[in-house]
């Protein structure tokens, strides 16, 4: 076996095309989109450049056969709480069920992480946000929602025999938003009616004619409820602006709201339409007939699932029920419309047991489990896991 750096077009195309075949048999599967991939490598479109660096391997069999890959990165910005020292990353990784064709591109993503003065690495991560490519699915194989990682189920063990530990596990949810299975339990209700009564509390959709100005309030409320959490950072205002523009195209109004109290934003509930309904159709391409098919499968309503993106609370307002006040006018407006029959909630770490909680509370369940695992280079220091939130 041999292992070939990632340096010209035909090999990046290879990168993408080992990803489908190690999964070209499940029924299940929906190949990304080609561009959604190749932009985490792009330099020009990945800001995540201006903070670190990867590269991408590939693994060849005696035959000439490509059998696997991985990628490698670092990002300054990627901390870990503790004395670790600086943390690199892994992602994008697929090996067919052979632990030594497994363990070289490990080896191989590790020797130039180490290289780069990291003293671990996690994986399955992206280079980039942690909205999409994080994490290794081990529970509800099920077609995914856009943005998750999808792999065959023996890649666990192959995590577990090199040596890799659980920093933390992912936990998604799904439910019901339909009929009489959707209904929210009395407490949402109750705490609605209490601010309902405030004419200075309004929850309000995201509008696509005044996108800049709403992206600026998600930056304050995220700046305030994530940032200081493990691993994220701040994200400045011009940040917001460009990811909320690539965001516009898909943008349903209804499932993105956005809580303030006397104008200032305190609360937001995120969603996006899961547009792997629709890309299910279209072989990883977004060409023009691609999009559009698009327009008609929209039309159509192929898509009839939302996923939760991102949920926060401001921290003097955690625990008021102003976030439970914005579900309930979120719902009114959903059930209304009629469109969608079912959400995903995008995963939440078990160490955020408040998340976790509030998941429970809207009556979702269980629907998927993915983990992000950790591997030292020092065998002998003490491994810690991902430490719980307050």
């Not at 890309?279 to 008609?296: D, V």
């Amino acid at each position: 076996m041999k292992v070939i750096s990632v340096e010209d077009k035909n090999q990046a195309r290879q990168f993408l095309q080992v990803h489908i075949e190690m999964n070209r048999h499940n029924p299940d599967f929906i190949r990304p989109l080609d561009q959604e991939i190749e932009q985490v490598f792009d330099r020009e479109r990945n800001k995540a450049f201006k903070f670190g660096d990867c590269r991408r391997w590939l693994l060849v069999n005696d035959s000439g056969n490509f059998i696997g890959r991985i990628a490698a990165f670092t990002h300054s910005k990627y901390r870990s709480k503790g004395d670790y020292g600086p943390v690199g990353g892994i992602g994008f990784f697929d090996c067919i069920d052979n632990q030594p064709a497994a363990s070289i591109l490990f080896d191989t993503a590790a020797e130039w992480l180490r290289n780069k003065g990291m003293v671990a690495m996690d994986g399955p991560i992206n280079f980039g946000e942690r909205d999409k490519w994080w994490g290794l699915l081990v529970e509800g194989f099920q077609p995914p929602p856009f943005g998750l990682n999808y792999n065959p189920p023996y890649y666990k063990k192959m995590f577990e025999a090199y040596g890799f530990r659980i920093f933390y596990h992912q936990i998604c949810w799904r439910m019901d938003v339909s009929g009489e299975f959707g209904q929210l339990s009395p407490k949402f209700y109750e705490a609605h009616q209490k601010f309902a009564k405030n004419p200075l509390i309004q929850a309000r959709m995201v509008r696509r004619n005044d996108i800049e100005k709403y992206a600026g309030d998600f930056c304050k409320i995220y700046n305030e409820a994530w940032a200081k959490h493990e691993g994220n950072k701040q994200m400045t205002e011009a940040q917001t602006i460009r990811l909320f523009r690539t965001m516009k195209p898909i943008l349903d109004e209804s499932i993105a709201w956005i809580t303030y109290d006397k104008e200032e934003p305190v609360a937001m509930w995120i969603n996006i339409p899961d547009m792997n309904q629709i890309f299910r159709h279209f072989n990883g391409k977004m060409n023009l007939i691609n999009k559009l098919r698009y327009l008609y499968y929209k039309w159509m309503g192929e898509c009839n699932r939302f996923i939760g993106v991102i949920y926060g609370i401001v921290p003097r307002y955690q625990g008021s029920g102003i976030d439970y006040y914005m579900i309930v006018e979120a719902e009114k407006v959903i059930k209304k419309n009629g469109r969608y029959k079912e959400l995903e909630l995008m995963w939440q770490g078990d160490f955020n047991k408040k998340m976790l909680n509030i998941s429970r509370n809207l009556g979702a369940t269980e629907s998927r489990r993915l983990i992000t695992w950790r591997y030292q280079f020092d065998r002998s220091k003490e491994f810690y896991r991902h430490p719980f939130i307050d």
